[in-house]
């Protein structure tokens, strides 16, 4: 079995077994042909709170980036640290190259590790030896987590006109049920998609986290990290996204409308998933669509069927576990 060297690196919140948990480890072996010893698992290290060690699940994404760098000194990061791993198959007649597969904040992780092209002040440096770079849900432009929902339905100017009209009392109101039901709809999938990634764990999130607050898309971090000039241009971008898609159908003003909504994974957008500035990435968009008629629909109905309201097959807190996804994935890795 030839080596094919990958490194796979968890999101936050996460744990490196939850690549072991999706069946991804499993598919790559099975499907892929991967040498299971050349398939390793990232983590993310451990800091001591009142003395006791603790999963640095939520920690400073530079500092843990630096566990992909080379550093005699960090012996517990030896596995998944990038140019031990390429020597490692190259000694064992496989490629120099090795492959990142990476989950949510873990490609800002990669990301950052890659952009090193001289040292930062723990000495996090890249010097080559990666090929491709596979993104699954990758908050590239930073992430909003409050009113997610609210913000996308405020960049459609039909929703802003719905609003205008509501607030002057002149929406109808034979519309107005449905229109706020839909509404509910998408709230309840965002809430509910976000505790289940805060609850996935056992390891309950903090938006005042440093990571948190890296995330924010105005944080220097992002900023930095999104010079184009910062990105690899030898290296091979991938990037793997889910997209809930809600039409909206109404009559109003006289005249026919057709809005469509685009809520990515109800964590992270489209956008946001699918754009690495300085690169032009492989793009694979898994997209669930949900179409809604104004004075046709249910209200009350909608809001009561709750396997409509669980995240859906393609939400944040999902994606990783889809067969289609992990097929996806094994493409991207074969070139």
């Known amino acids: 079995m030839k080596p094919h060297p990958v490194i796979l690196i968890h999101g936050l ?25 050349f398939v390793r698992l990232f983590d993310y ?30 012996v517990e990061s030896y596995p998944f640290q990038v140019d ?35 040292p930062d002040h723990n000495g ?20 909003d ?21 509501d607030r002057l009392h002149l ?13 509910a709809m998408i709230a309840q999938m965002s809430m509910r998609t976000l505790a289940a990634v805060n609850e996935a ?37 991938c990037c793997i996204h889910g997209d809930f898609v809600l039409q909206l159908d109404l009559n109003i003003l006289r005249r026919k409308w057709k809005q469509c ?13 699918t754009t690495i500035p300085g690169a032009r990435p492989v793009l694979r968009r898994f997209e669930k669509r949900c179409q809604l008629t104004v004075r046709e629909m249910d209200a009350a109905a909608l809001l009561e069927d709750q396997a409509l309201l669980e995240p859906p097959r393609y939400s944040h807190v999902r994606l990783n576990d889809q067969p289609d996804v992990q097929r996806a994935v094994l493409e991207m890795l074969a070139g």
């Open 45 to 74: 290290g451990y800091i001591k709170t009142h003395g006791i060690p603790k999963y640095n699940y939520q920690g400073n994404i530079v500092d843990i980036a630096h566990r992909l760098s080379d550093d005699p000194h960090l």
């Open 261 to 273: 909504f685009s809520f990515g994974d109800f964590v992270v957008t489209a956008k946001s998933a």
């Open 201 to 237: 764990h056992g390891q309950p999130l903090s938006l005042e986290s440093p990571a948190a607050w890296q995330l924010r898309p105005n944080s220097l971090f992002m900023k930095w990290l999104n010079r184009s000039a910062k990105t690899p241009k030898d290296i091979r971008h």
């Open 145 to 165: 987590w409050l009113a997610f929902y609210d913000k996308v339905l405020k960049q459609s100017r039909v929703w802003r006109l719905i609003m205008l009209l």
């Open 171 to 183: 929406l109808p109101a034979d519309i107005a049920p449905d229109i706020w039901a839909a509404r």
């Open 84 to 118: 031990r791993l390429s020597h490692e198959s190259t000694t064992a007649g496989g490629p120099e190259e090795v492959d990142i597969v990476a989950y949510s904040v873990g490609g800002l992780i990669a990301r950052y590790y890659l952009a090193r092209d001289n």
């Open 13 to 37: 919140g996460g744990r490196p077994e939850d690549w072991q948990v999706s069946g991804m480890v499993d598919f790559l072996v099975k499907e892929g042909g991967f040498d299971p010893h």
């Open 124 to 143: 996090t440096h890249y010097r080559g030896h990666v090929g491709t770079l596979v993104e699954i849900a990758v908050p590239n432009l930073g992430c």
